[in-house]
């Protein structure tokens, strides 16, 4: 168990419904993140948020929209996906310095849109 | 030139021998590196961080520095069969546009350790 828990585990949904990603981080850390991972591909970052500000957006389509209610709470709100949005979808919490960020991962969300 | 590169294997090694990772980067000032192992269906886990030229040891990994060549290593010592998975190298790079630091992370190596 790492602290950071997310929901649901796995999640399949037609391209025109709605559903939202759910984490929560029990570590008291500052900074939170969306990552996503498909095979064959590296992590990418999709967004950062440091004491509830978003900080960070890598130019993710707009079907994906963050909220951050507190420092403990992330969402990732999901709408008209494509087939290929399917993927893991990571939360991961640190105590960001600004200058090294040692990452504690959620156990992910498989993506399914059909 | 990716900005992280690992060899995306997989290494496949005997039990009880060495297992060694490579990972080299591209952006010279990087300053913090890390290992995270990843079993298949699971999230990453970090195992090692390392920020100085040099070894750093913690039981049976051993991470290893060299900032003038531009690589950082990982090694395994008496490999075991649980120690197969992915292993992701993930380099701070300073983005100067966002005056702050981003972890990239490379594609992994996957290591397969046999009996």
């Known amino acids: 168990e790492t602290g950071v828990t997310q929901t649901p585990r796995h999640l399949v949904m037609g391209m025109t419904n709605k559903k939202s990603l759910k984490c929560e981080q029990h570590?008291?850390?500052?900074?939170m993140y969306w990552y996503k991972q498909s095979a064959k591909k590296p992590l990418e970052l999709m967004f950062v948020?440091?004491?509830?500000?978003?900080?960070e957006n890598n130019s993710v389509p707009s079907r994906f929209s963050p909220e951050c209610p507190n420092s403990s709470h992330l969402f990732l709100h999901l709408h008209t996906l494509q087939p290929e949005d399917s993927a893991l979808y990571l939360c991961?919490?640190?105590?960001?310095?600004?200058?090294?960020?040692?990452?504690?991962f959620g156990s992910g969300t498989q993506l399914s849109v059909l | 030139q990716k900005e992280v590169e690992q060899n995306s294997g997989p290494l496949s090694v005997p039990e009880g021998a060495i297992a060694s990772l490579n990972c080299t980067y591209s952006?010279?000032?990087?300053?913090?590196f890390f290992w995270y192992r990843q079993y298949s269906g699971k999230s990453p886990e970090l195992i090692m961080s390392?920020?100085?030229?040099g070894d750093k040891e913690d039981g049976r990994f051993t991470a290893q520095l060299n900032k003038a060549s531009q690589y950082v290593s990982l090694l395994i010592r008496d490999s075991q069969p649980s120690d197969s998975a992915t292993y992701l190298c993930?380099?701070?790079?300073?983005?100067?546009?966002?005056?702050?630091?981003?972890?990239?992370f490379g594609t992994g190596t996957r290591l397969q350790v046999f009996p």
């Open positions: 570590l008291g850390h500052n900074a």
């Open positions: 952006d010279r000032g990087s300053q913090s």
């Open positions: 948020y440091n004491f509830k500000e978003q900080t």
């Open positions: 390392i920020y100085s030229n």
């Open positions: 991961a919490s640190s105590q960001y310095d600004g200058k090294n960020e040692k990452l504690f």
């Open positions: 993930a380099v701070n790079i300073l983005r100067v546009a966002y005056n702050t630091d981003k972890l990239i």
